[in-house]
């Protein structure tokens, strides 16, 4: 597995690096057994220390967890301690998503935009949007099934995910609603 261990404004020394990476790689056998890269990133804000950790694992899903505390060491193992506790309650579909894929999730490219938002909420939309463009990068979108969906949207912590449903190679979205269930939206299934 390759690492990427970095700080931002601060120096990682070889035994943190060390102690990361027997750690991941204890946790990623004991759960899912395959991973292809490992991004942490260490931060400081004032006293106390962050750290961001995102895995990428051969199926194609992305584990990520942040952690922060007073110690540098004490902030890695929050974070791992989350992804602990990811990890452990998705063990049984990890290991049958394993079973059941014999190749990686294909992905797609996809161009994505960042819009810059209005000065005031009630400022009439404009005629030009391309004027509202701040950034355009690219994205890629995944070819899954709605539960492996769900998993990776709950694994990333991330609010939405779009995806391209293996049923019908149609384009997919899954989101967590204000009520804390899971929204799918699925145009295929219309009802027209």
């Given at each position: 597995m390759?690492?990427?261990?970095?700080?931002k404004?601060?120096?990682?020394g070889?035994?943190?690096?060390t102690h990361?990476?027997?750690?991941?790689?204890?946790?990623?056998?004991?759960?899912a057994?395959?991973?292809?890269?490992?991004?942490?990133?260490?931060?400081?804000s004032?006293?106390e220390?962050?750290?961001?950790?995102?895995?990428?694992l051969?199926?194609?899903l992305?584990?990520s967890?942040?952690?922060h505390?007073?110690?540098?060491y004490?902030?890695?193992?929050?974070?791992?301690?989350?992804m602990?506790?990811q990890l452990?309650?998705?063990?049984?579909?990890l290991?049958?998503?394993h079973?059941?894929?014999s190749k990686p999730?294909?992905?797609?490219?996809a161009?994505?935009?960042?819009?810059a938002?209005s000065?005031?909420?009630?400022?009439?939309?404009?005629?030009?949007?391309?004027s509202m463009?701040?950034?355009?990068m690219?994205?890629?979108?995944p070819?899954?099934?709605?539960?492996?969906?769900?998993?990776q949207?709950?694994?990333?912590?991330?609010?939405?995910?779009?995806?391209?449903?293996?049923?019908?190679d149609?384009?997919?979205?899954?989101y967590?609603?204000d009520?804390?269930?899971?929204g799918?939206?699925d145009?295929?299934?219309?009802?027209?």
């Open positions: 390759r690492y990427q261990i970095s700080g404004q601060i120096d990682i070889e035994a943190l690096q990361v990476k027997s750690e991941i790689d204890g946790i990623i056998e004991k759960y057994s395959r991973s292809t890269e490992a991004m942490v990133i260490f931060s400081r004032g006293h220390f962050y750290c961001e950790t995102v895995v990428h051969t199926t194609g992305n584990l967890a942040k952690g505390a007073t110690e540098i004490a902030a890695f193992d929050n974070c791992l301690d989350k602990d506790k452990r309650r998705y063990k049984r579909r290991k049958d998503h079973r059941e894929r999730v294909e992905v797609s490219e161009g994505a935009y960042i819009l938002s000065e005031t909420p009630d400022e009439a939309e404009p005629d030009n949007i391309s463009i701040i950034a355009e690219e994205t890629r979108i070819s899954l099934s709605v539960g492996e969906a769900v998993m949207m709950e694994l990333a912590h991330a609010p939405v995910l779009v995806f391209r449903n293996e049923g019908h149609g384009i997919n979205v899954v967590r609603r009520d804390g269930n899971i799918w939206i145009p295929r299934n219309s009802g027209k």
